[in-house]
């Protein structure tokens, strides 16, 4: 992840996989245009992270992307194993 363009201390909070996992089953089921949208993730998420912290994560990744897909950050290359790996 990318270092952090708010100045929230918030959004430099570390993110488990667990965390991540919550955030993007929230994030699914609270699409765009939901009202409320980040407090409703935060819930969803037992309110471990705040609608602050949720909001800057998804702005962190959504910036992330912007740049890897604009070619100004190469595309992650990724050491994997499995059967889509295979020749």
Request: neutral net charge; aromatic residues 12%.
């Amino acid at each position: 992840m990318s270092a952090s363009r708010s100045s929230s201390p918030n959004s430099m909070s570390k993110w488990s996989p667990k965390e991540n996992k919550m955030f993007e089953q929230a994030l699914a089921y609270y699409g765009e245009g939901t009202p409320n949208r980040w407090d409703k993730v935060s819930s969803a998420m037992g309110g471990i992270k705040s609608a602050e912290e949720v909001r800057c994560h998804y702005e962190d990744l959504d910036y992330d992307v912007k740049m890897i897909e604009s070619g100004h950050v190469p595309y992650p290359q990724y050491k994997t194993q499995g059967f889509w790996t295979r020749g």
